[in-house]
């Protein structure tokens, strides 16, 4: 049997679909592919990638949702220059710390809070 | 300011690394890249990915983790050749569905669980 079965993309879902494209986009420096209401659920999508990644992250929204914090999801990962100075940048801006930096024998990293509580691993660009 | 920020991965929490390295390979054809220990947790990772995508997905696992469904991630996104074809063969395979096949105005959309509740979309590759 002929099977393409290819994973695409990640969806999460958002409180405020303002609020978090300005976030990923702002903080995050993602660029913003698209946007557009869906007729079917009465919500939102958009999608998102980083100027030099092919990961594709989407972004729900749904109108009367309860939106809800589990653990299935465990993070999402950026690869950055330097994870101390992102973590500073990123606290100035008003985004929360969920662990403190952890210097381990290998590498540094960091994690921080979207605004919809999704924790973000930020670790050093491999040399 | 010098700033690279780059979304590398989507790392998901599982209840059984066996359990769901055997579905993400054998159900979804996924590849798998890697599996170590990790020694701050004391529990394991694994990447994998598909043949053609870059898409990359991490599954961790936790000793003693209270793993709890949320909806912060809405799905994972699997492109396929053909929508019934593929729930069908997932479904034997014993994969429950999550919602039942729609067929909508542009394409047929399924929803699928893997063994962590997480549901997973199967669209039709663009043609």
Redesign the interface.
């Given at each position: 049997?002929?099977?393409?079965?290819?994973?695409?993309?990640?969806?999460?879902?958002v409180k405020d679909m303002d609020q978090s494209i300005k976030f990923y986009t702002e903080a995050?420096?993602?660029q913003l592919l698209d946007r557009h209401p869906i007729e079917?659920t009465r919500g939102e999508v958009a999608a998102?990638?980083?100027?030099?990644?092919?990961?594709?992250?989407?972004l729900?929204w749904y109108p009367d949702?309860q939106?809800?914090?589990?653990?299935?999801?465990?993070?999402?990962?950026?690869?950055?220059?330097d994870v101390k100075t992102?973590i500073d940048?990123l606290t100035k801006m008003g985004t929360q710390v969920a662990r403190p930096t952890?210097v381990?024998s290998k590498y540094v990293v960091g994690f921080v809070k979207d605004p919809?509580?999704?924790w973000l691993?930020?670790?050093p660009?491999r040399t």
């Open positions: 049997m002929w099977t393409i079965v290819k994973f695409a993309y990640t969806g999460i879902a995050l420096d993602m079917e998102l990638k980083s100027k030099d990644s092919p990961q594709l992250l989407e729900n949702s939106y809800r914090e589990g653990n299935e999801l465990d993070h999402l990962a950026f690869e950055v220059d992102q940048r952890e381990r919809n509580g999704v691993e930020l670790f660009a």
